[in-house]
């Protein structure tokens, strides 16, 4: 899940917070254009309250892929309808930032 809004702390940039829906003890991470594809750059944190692993990232604007990566496996956000092909015949998400 992606949502999306302005900065307070920068006017170029728009706050973007990525969910991902799983059981808590899983590794999860989000990988994309925004962080060279490392998902060793975007670990997702675990919330019981949401029962959701997610991020906050900071993005100027522009369209971006990204992949969650969940105990070492790339997965597409399900909750995100865009969506785009990419060089090894799988699916990135696409996001739109501002």
Same mark, same amino acid.
């Given at each position: 899940m992606?949502?999306? /809004?302005?900065?307070?702390?920068?006017r170029n940039l728009h706050t973007v917070e990525l969910s991902y829906q799983a059981a808590p003890g899983k590794s999860v991470a989000v990988a994309g254009s925004f962080n060279d594809w490392d998902p060793e750059l975007l670990?997702?944190?675990?919330?019981?309250?949401? /029962?959701a692993y997610g991020c906050t990232i900071h993005l100027a604007p522009g369209t971006y892929e990204y992949k969650f990566v969940v105990d070492g496996e790339w997965v597409l956000d399900e909750s995100n309808p865009?969506?785009?092909?990419?060089d090894f015949g799988t699916l990135n998400s696409v996001i739109n930032v501002g």
């Open positions: 992606v949502k999306l /809004s302005l900065s307070e702390d920068n670990p997702m944190a675990y919330s019981p309250e949401t /029962s865009n969506f785009a092909a990419n």
